[in-house]
C-alpha cells in the first residue's frame, strides 16, 4: 500500500504506513547502500532534538503554537527513540545532510500532522520545510547535530569507559606498587622498576588523553545553528542561533553556546577534525598499552610471562586448551580502525568548497564510530581483562635475578667499562652477576650486595 | 528457553532455538559492540564455503561419509544465506577470526545434527572441532575465507560497477570528442582541448586501475589453506591445502591456488593490504573526477557551468530549487572512508606478531566494507550522474571565445614575449584577443585568423 507525497520535482509514492515524505523516499532510491550503511541513530536522535528546540524558539518568534505544540511532540518521540524505524537514510547522501534533515522535517511533520489530525504524512497543517524547518538550513542544522551527538556521546560514553579503564590501571599501579621487575628498552634487558611504576605510566597516558578530549569538546560546545544556508543568517529572527543554543543547553545540560563565526561553523568541520585526531591519541595510546600487556602476558611456557591474563574462552580451534590474550587483540584493532577513521576525517575535512564542507555525514559517521568502538572496547578491556590480570610473582623475581642490567648499579662505583666486563663474563659463561663480578675480582662481596638491591633501583 | 552447550571451559547456556554452541556464546557476551558492528556476511558465507570443500576432501581422508554429507548440506545452507541469522558476532573479537570461525563451526554441526537425529545443536554426532574443522585451523581457515570472499566481492561487485563507470565515461569521450573547450591548469586558464579528450583521461584512470585491481587479485587467488595453525600444517593430511584450493576453485569458478609458503600466508596479510591499498589508489581517481565534474558542473549562474548534471532531487531545504552534485558528494565521501579504511589495514597489517597476525577480522570488514562503498558508489554515479551529464555548448563555446590562452598558438610565430603582450593587452581592456592582436599590430589579421583556431589546437 502507497500513498502520494510531493516534493518540488513532483510526485512520490511512499509506503502507506511510513511518517517520511517524498524527499526521504528518493534518497532510499537515489543511494542504494544497504540498511548496515544506515545514518547513526545517534545523529537522528540529535537532529531531532534541534527540530524540539527550534519548535520552541520559533513559538516565541510567532510560529502558531498548536503546530508548535504538535512539532515538540513529535520530535520528542524521536529523541526517545520510538521512530528509529523511520529513519532510513544511509551516510551516503549529500554532503550537507540535506536528506537526513529532510528526513527528520518529514517524519517530524508526518508525525505531527497525525498527532493533530489523525492522517499520517503529509504537508498540512505542519509542513516540514516551513514548520519544521522554519528558521533552519541543512547547514547549520546538520552540524548542530553532529556537535551534539558527539558531545552526548563523548560524555554518556567514551569519558565514562575512560574512566574506568583508567581506574584499572591506576588501581593495578597501586596495588603492584611493590613487585620489583625489570624493565626492557628496545626490547632489550634494562634496569629494574616496579610493576606498579609501569603500569602508572598506562594510567597517567589516559589521564593526559581525558583532558585533550575536554579541550576538544569546548569547540563542539560551538554550535553552528542560526548560520542557515551561508552563515549570514538569513530566514532566521535575530537572535535565533543564541537562543537556540541556550534551549539545546537546556535539554541536554550541557554547556552549549553559539559558534562565534557561523561561517567557520558551516565552511570546516574542524572542530570534528579536532575530536577525531584526539580519539587517534587515545587509539594510539590503547595500542601501546594493550601491546604491552600482550607481550608481558606472553607464553605461558615460552614467552616474558609476568603476567597471567584472564581466560575468557578457549583460544583457539585446533589448539586444546590454549588461550589468547583476546581483548587485548579486540581492543588493538578498534584502534586500528579508530586510526583508519581519523583518515577519513581528515580527507573530508580538507575538502569541500567555499561556504560549506560536504564531507558532514561521513565526518560524523566516522566519528560517531570511533566514540562506539573506543568505549565499548575500552570498557571491555578494563572488566575482561585488565581487572582480571594477576602477576606471575615467581617469574618476576626469577627474570630480576637473571638480570645483567643491573650491573648498572656498580658503575659510579667501579666505572662503566669494569661494570660492562661483569656483564659480559656472565652472559658468555652463564653465571649470575654476583659470580661474574667475583671471579674478575672488579669488586669485593660486600660492596655488591651494597649497590645490587633492585629493590632500591626503582 | 535455553539449552545448556559445553566447551573446554565448562557449561554455557544457549538460546533453546538457536545452531550456535558455548564458544559463540561467550563471544556474544565478551564483546558487546551490537549489531551494526557484526562481521560482514559475505565473511561468513566464504567461511562455509570453505567448510563444505573441507567436508569433501576430508571424506576422502576418513571422515564418515554420513557426517561429511551432513556437514556439507548444513554448510551449503549457510553459503545460501538461509543460517544468516545464526551468525551474530561482531568484528571485534580475536585476531585470528576464532570466534567466527567457531561460530561456523558450531552452526554447521548444529544444523548437521538437527539434518542427522532431528535435535538442533550439540556436539553429537558431528564435533564442531573434530569434523567441522577437521584438518583446519582458525589460522588457515578465516585467511582463506577472507581471500574468498574478498575474490567475489571483486568480480561479482567491484570490477562490474568500474566497467559501468568507465563505460559512461569512455562513452561521453566519444559522444563529446568534437566539444572544443578551454583547458584549465593550476585552476588557471591553459589552451583548449576537447570535451571528449579531458572524459577520455577519466575513462583511462579507471582502465589503469582495473589493472592494478586485476594483478592485486592473483595475490588474494592464492589460500593460507593447509597450513593449519601456524604453517606447518600439523594434523592436517598430505596434499590438503592443494586440495582445498581445488575444491574452493570447483565451487567459485575462480582459479584459486594454495599458497606457495604459508607461513607468509598466515603471519602476514599483505595480500589484503595491497587489495586496500588498489581500493585506495581508486578512491583517489574516483575523487579526482567526481570533483572535477561538479566543478565544471558549478553554477547554474555564478559558476564555471559547462556541465549540466542531472537533478536528482531538490537540493536544499532552505533554498527552493536549488539543486546539488549530490551524486559527486555521495562518491567523495565513500572514497574518504576507503582512503580511512586502507588506513586502519596498514596499521592492522604492520603489526601482530611472530606466527600470526592477529588483526584479520578489522582488515577483512574495512576491505569488505570499501568493496561494497566503491561498488554501491560507482554504479549510482554512473547511472545517476555521469550517464545524464548534458553539456553546456553555448557556455563552453563562450568561454573559449573569451579565453585568452589561445594565443599560445601565435607564439611559435611572434614569439612567447609578443603573445604574451598581447594577452595582458587583451586582459587589461577587456578586449578580445583578436582586437588586442591588431591593436599593439603585433601580427596581421590573416595570420591571427590562420593560428587562432581553437579547433586545430586540440
Ligand atoms: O583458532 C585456531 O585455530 C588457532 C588459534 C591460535 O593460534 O591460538
Ligand atoms: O539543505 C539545505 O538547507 C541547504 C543545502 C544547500 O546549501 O544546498
Redesign the pocket.
Known amino acids: 500500500m502507497h500513498r502520494i507525497e510531493t516534493d518540488s520535482l513532483g510526485e512520490v509514492r511512499v509506503p502507506a504506513d511510513a511518517y517520511w515524505g517524498a524527499q526521504t523516499q528518493r534518497s532510499i532510491e537515489n543511494f542504494p547502500f544497504g540498511e548496515m550503511e544506515r545514518m547513526p541513530i545517534g545523529i537522528i536522535r540529535a537532529l531531532a532534538l534541534v527540530k524540539r528546540a527550534a519548535a520552541g524558539v520559533n513559538r516565541a518568534h510567532g510560529l502558531d503554537p498548536t503546530l508548535a505544540d504538535a512539532i515538540e511532540r513529535a520530535a520528542a518521540e524521536v529523541v526517545d527513540g520510538k521512530l528509529d524505524d523511520q529513519f532510513p537514510l544511509v551516510i551516503w547522501q549529500t554532503g550537507s545532510g540535506t536528506q537526513s534533515n529532510m528526513n527528520a522535517n518529514e517524519v517530524i511533520a508526518g508525525r505531527a500532522n497525525e498527532i493533530l489530525t489523525g492522517k499520517r504524512g503529509g504537508k498540512s497543517p505542519v509542513h516540514p520545510n516551513d514548520h519544521v524547518n522554519m528558521g533552519q538550513s541543512s547547514n547549520d542544522t546538520f552540524p548542530t547535530a553532529l556537535h551534539v551527538a558527539a558531545v552526548e556521546a563523548l560524555n554518556r560514553d567514551l569519558l565514562p569507559a575512560l574512566g574506568r579503564l583508567r581506574g584499572a590501571l591506576a588501581g593495578a599501579a597501586l596495588a603492584w606498587k611493590d613487585i620489583v621487575k625489570i624493565g626492557r628498552t628496545h626490547l632489550q634487558d634494562a634496569t629494574p622498576l616496579t610493576l606498579g611504576q609501569e603500569f602508572s605510566g598506562y594510567a597517567e597516558q589516559l589521564r593526559g588523553i581525558e583532558a585533550h578530549l575536554k579541550a576538544a569538546e569546548t569547540h563542539l560546545l560551538r554550535l553552528a545553528q542560526g548560520g542557515t544556508a551561508v552563515g549570514t543568517g538569513l530566514n532566521a529572527p535575530e537572535g535565533f542561533g543564541d537562543a537556540m543554543a541556550a534551549e539545546i543547553a537546556a535539554l541536554t545540560g550541557r554547556p552549549f553556546v553559539s559558534a562565534p563565526n557561523k561561517f567557520e561553523a558551516l565552511a570546516s568541520n574542524d572542530a570534528l577534525v579536532q575530536f577525531s585526531g584526539t580519539l587517534s591519541t587515545l587509539a594510539v595510546a590503547l595500542t601501546k598499552i594493550a601491546n604491552d600487556i600482550r607481550l608481558l602476558g606472553s607464553g605461558p611456557r615460552s614467552g616474558l610471562g609476568e603476567l597471567e591474563l584472564p581466560a575468557n574462552e578457549p ?5 586444546p586448551g ?1 588461550v ?1 590474550p583476546t581483548q587485548a587483540e579486540m581492543l588493538t584493532m578498534v584502534a586500528a580502525q579508530v586510526i583508519g577513521n581519523h583518515q577519513a576525517v581528515t580527507v573530508g575535512g580538507m575538502q569541500g568548497h567555499l561556504e560549506l564542507n560536504v564531507f558532514k555525514p561521513m565526518i560524523g559517521a566516522a566519528v560517531l564510530r570511533s566514540v562506539h568502538l573506543l568505549s565499548t572496547g575500552m570498557t571491555s578491556f578494563a572488566t575482561r581483562c585488565v581487572e582480571g590480570i594477576e602477576p606471575n610473582r615467581r617469574r618476576i623475581a626469577d627474570l630480576v635475578e637473571r638480570s645483567l642490567m643491573l650491573v648498572t648499579a656498580l658503575a659510579p662505583e667501579i666505572g662503566y667499562d669494569n661494570a660492562a666486563k661483569i656483564a659480559k663474563h656472565a652472559h658468555e659463561h652463564d653465571l649470575s652477576l654476583r659470580q661474574a663480578a667475583l671471579a674478575l675480582g672488579l669488586v669485593d662481596e660486600a660492596t655488591f650486595d651494597r649497590l645490587i638491591r633492585p629493590g632500591d633501583m626503582v
Do not use: A, E, F, T
Not at 315 to 319: C, N, V
Open positions: 583460544g583457539s580451534s585446533i589448539m590454549k589468547n
